[in-house]
């Protein structure tokens, strides 16, 4: 499984976010369930693990951002998006 890490790199247009449903407890009885992004590039689709809930309110917002740009003005929108996590903070940049 893709996992988004630390170091900077390109990941496309987001078009899905994922909560796991079925997460299965750890050895603390504490559930964690595990967060996906969906991004898309060139036609085809990926799947990448989102490490922390901090990233994945971020992408939250973007992914907002793509469905208002295709259902407003009929744009594949301009969230493509580019991922690092910099002096312990994530930084989702467009191009």
Known sequence: MNVITE???FYGY????H???????DMDG?????LYAI???GR???VWEVPDVELFKILAKHLCDMA???SKIGEYGYEKLWIKKQDGRWHVDLP
């Not at 987001?14 to 976010?17: A, M, P, R, S, V």
């Not at 909560?19 to 407890?25: F, I, K, L, R, S």
């Open 14 to 17: 987001l078009i899905g976010l």
């Open 68 to 70: 208002w740009s295709r």
């Open 19 to 25: 909560v796991e449903q079925d997460a299965e407890p």
């Open 7 to 9: 170091t900077e790199q």
């Open 39 to 41: 991004f898309e590039y």
């Open 30 to 34: 504490m559930v964690s369930p595990k």
């Open 44 to 46: 085809k689709a990926s």
